[in-house]
DNA sequence: AGGAAGATCTACT
DNA sequence: GTAGATCTTCCTA
């Protein structure tokens, strides 16, 4: 069960999106690492998705979209970063959003990190997780493909249903449904 | 300088 | 459960 390799990133944003659910999310910090399993996704597309970064095109703030698959990208709405991985076919572009985690080690920290009374509030949300792990702008395009990268993705053998529904808080979205989640798992962002 | 942003929390009905 | 205020960062003018 190694890190997942930049290929597994090279494939189109929806099918790394649903393949994601499962997998586990390590956040290295000094010696301890913070993990948990991702449980819920959203895919990100180029500029012919209203709802994407890169909507209006290349500019300074998604170039990172338009770049090499298996990269963080960060980005921060109203006083929360969002956790991107690059993912896309090669010349094309995109990105998946990891929208919910549940927490496997070093809970302890993450509940220093984020004081929460409920730890099912703890990972369950964008904004809420990236807090939690202690993961900000200073990461973005940190590859996630190395063991000795801050922020890496393992795989891992997990047996669960995929629910899908439109992506959250977007505006304008596709007539796809882009977003991805492990049913019934209670970590899932409401 | 101003405003919009893929969210979160709180305080209600 | 739902509405509204508000947190900050970075783009665009």
């Known amino acids: ?10 494939r189109d944003p929806e099918a790394v999106a649903r393949d994601l659910l499962g ?3 390590v956040r290295r910090l000094d ?3 913070l993990e948990g399993i991702i449980v819920e996704t959203e895919a ?8 994407s970064r890169a909507h209006r095109g290349l500019k300074s703030y998604n170039r990172l979209m338009f770049g090499e698959p298996g990269r963080l990208f960060i980005y921060n709405v109203h006083n929360n970063w969002m956790l991107n991985i690059v993912a896309h076919r090669p010349e094309d572009v995109g990105a998946v959003l990891i929208r919910a985690l549940e ?7 993450m509940k220093r990190n984020r004081p ?12 809420r997780l990236t807090r939690a792990l202690k993961i900000d702008k200073s990461l973005n395009g940190v590859p996630v493909t190395s063991e000795m990268s801050e922020v890496h993705v393992l795989d891992n053998d997990a047996n669960f249903e995929i ?3 439109h992506r959250i808080g977007v505006k304008v979205d596709l007539e796809r449904e882009l977003r991805f989640f492990i049913k019934g798992n209670p970590f899932v962002s409401k």
């Open 1 to 10: 069960m190694g890190v997942l390799p930049k290929e597994f990133y090279e």
């Open 23 to 25: 997998k586990r999310l």
């Open 31 to 33: 010696s301890k690492a």
């Open 44 to 51: 990100y597309y180029g500029p012919g998705d209203p709802a």
């Open 103 to 109: 927490p496997r080690e070093g809970i302890e920290q």
């Open 116 to 127: 929460v009374e409920e730890i099912t509030k703890l990972t369950s949300g964008p904004g």
């Open 163 to 165: 629910g899908k529904s």
